[in-house]
Nanobody, 116 residues
């Protein structure tokens, strides 16, 4: 079955960096675009970044442009989100998403907290 497992979240000070990873299994990873979303309690889930199966970035939220970078390693079935110059407003649970022919899949999420 499809599994998406995020890792790399944690507590970081403003201005710091984190790299999130999402390990995928159960589908042909290289065939599909992958996305990162984030959600704050009480708010809708927000699209952060999308990367095509060939590694092209098709979408990046205005709030993270110039600070976040999405990338992927198809042989490792992994998608990354490099987050630099983090701000307190980046605090959220970050989710990995894959939409395949069989369905719409989500990981369990990883908490990112930006605070002094």
């Amino acid at each position: 079955q499809v599994q998406l497992v995020e890792s790399g979240g944690g507590l970081v000070q403003p201005g710091g960096s984190l790299r999130l990873s999402c390990a995928a299994s159960g589908f042909i990873f290289s065939r599909y675009s992958m996305s990162w979303y984030r959600q704050v309690p009480g708010k809708e889930r927000e699209l952060v970044a999308v990367i095509t199966r060939f590694g092209g970035v098709t979408d990046l939220a205005d709030s993270v442009k110039g600070r976040f970078t999405i990338s992927r390693d198809n042989p490792k079935n992994t998608v990354y989100l490099q987050m630099d110059s983090l701000k307190p407003e980046d605090t959220a649970v970050y989710y990995c998403n894959a939409v395949t022919f069989e369905g719409d899949y989500w990981g369990q999420g990883t908490q990112v907290t930006v605070s002094l």
